[in-house]
């Protein structure tokens, strides 16, 4: 121990020197860690809390069951049963929050842009060439949306 | 070291308290300051990562390539003009030459503007191509992703739901990951200059939601579900019960966890 003691003055210049330096890292590291850091792993586990908090944009299928049971039930018996309403009639939140504000009409391109014909598109696809197969604009004459395989 | 009871030597003493007396406080403040600018926390309720593994398979047959769920995720996740969390790729393969011995031709790859807004038909003419399909792209979920190994900050991870996701509040923008991904998935946000890429709509799933692209399409091509908990009739249960699937570059050892049905071997 006295050995120890009579270092000579440039060691232990260095030794404290050096607990200088480690208590400043572990320091400066309890200071600028941020909470939670390491909770989960090597990133801050409150990050998820905030991915988690951003609103949804897209109402989600289930939503329009409350209030078009009848047109939901009637979706799902035909040949577009795997379609969200959001798919074809767009974002909806607001139509669910105020059932006044009414879904823009649907179109003839939102029909074309699925079934217009293309070699890349897969065989069980029902594909068409639109200027052969219908002149207007109006898909709805022959064909019922909920219901691609009755005619109105 | 030893130095005798001086005036000198009492007086730099207490003045070495005095200042750390002083910075204690300073130290609690600059602390408090830090934990400020990571505290908010309105995530919903009652939800366990750790009790859900998500997942979400494509099924490359069923794509029609009309580029709605391009459209659904930059709605979802306001994705800036440029970039993508998920695209869509077309594969055109050409006829090999005739006599040539070769089974298939040259292959095509493009995804104009992600796929937004569906694709045009294609430059090469109806009869020479072979075949042609469609490949829906996004974050393959690795589990041993290159991504948050490189990140020098611990600002990307897997999360215990199986989620790789980026603390945009924590990122440096160094753009390491952006580089180390070997899909292409990630991109530099140009407004908050931090990474960005697929969350697999983190805050929807969260809430029970399907992910944004899940829900828009209209053909399944996409099969989202909770490994941990299959509900009835479970989709994605059925879809890797019935297909063959394998992930994207899977010899890169990064393991990524999203499944793809119905690959062809041009696909990168």
Same mark, same amino acid.
């Given at each position: 121990m006295k050995r120890l003691l009579k270092m000579p003055p440039q060691i232990t210049r260095l030794v404290l020197l050096t607990l200088v330096i480690v208590c400043i890292y572990f320091g400066a590291r309890h200071l600028l860690t941020p909470q939670s850091f390491g909770q989960y792993g090597h990133y801050r586990a409150n990050a998820l809390q905030e991915i988690a908090a951003r609103e949804p944009f897209w109402a989600g299928r289930n939503t329009c069951d409350a209030c078009h049971g009848e047109i939901v039930r009637k979706l799902a018996a035909a040949e577009h049963k795997g379609l969200s309403c959001e798919t074809c009639h767009g974002p909806s939140k607001a139509h669910v929050e105020n059932p006044e504000v009414k879904l823009p009409r649907l179109s003839y391109g939102q029909c074309v842009r699925c079934h217009e014909a293309s070699p890349s598109r897969p065989a069980w696809l029902h594909q068409i060439t639109p200027v052969k197969h219908y002149t207007g604009s109006v898909c709805t004459e022959c064909h019922v949306p909920h219901q691609p395989n009755e005619v109105p | 070291m030893t130095g005798s009871f001086t005036r000198r030597n009492a007086l730099k003493n207490l003045a070495g308290m005095a200042a750390g007396i002083l910075a204690l406080p300073a130290g609690r403040a600059c602390k408090a300051a830090v934990r400020n600018v990571f505290a908010i926390s309105q995530a919903?309720? *009652?939800?366990?990562?750790?009790?859900h593994k998500w997942l979400m398979a494509l099924d490359v047959d069923r794509?029609?390539?009309?580029g709605l769920c391009v459209e659904a995720c930059k709605a979802e996740n306001s994705v800036p003009d440029n970039d993508f969390r998920t695209w869509i790729e077309r594969y055109v393969i050409t006829r090999p030459?005739?006599?040539? *011995?070769?089974?298939r031709g040259d292959t095509f790859v493009d995804s104009p503007n992600g796929g937004m807004g569906g694709f045009k038909p294609s430059l090469i003419p109806r009869d020479d191509i072979l075949k042609s399909f469609f490949v829906p792209k996004l974050c393959n979920l690795c589990e041993n992703s290159p991504c948050s190994q490189v990140c020098p900050v611990g600002a990307t991870f897997e999360s215990p739901d199986g989620v790789v996701l980026v603390d945009k509040n924590y990122c440096i923008g160094c753009g390491f990951c952006i580089q180390a991904c070997p899909y292409g998935c990630r991109f530099m946000?140009?407004?908050?200059h931090t990474a960005d890429k697929c969350t697999l709509c983190y805050h929807r799933v969260t809430r029970g939601l399907r992910p944004a692209c899940v829900e828009i399409c209209p053909s399944q091509a996409r099969i989202f579900g909770d490994l941990n908990h299959p509900i009835h009739d479970d989709p994605l249960q059925r879809f890797i019960e019935n297909n063959k699937t394998q992930g994207l570059k899977a010899h890169l050892g990064t393991k990524p966890r999203v499944r793809y049905a119905g690959l062809d071997e041009e696909v990168r």
């Open positions: - | 919903p309720p *009652g939800y366990d990562p750790f009790k794509c029609i390539g009309c030459k005739a006599g040539s *011995g070769e089974s946000n140009p407004t908050t």
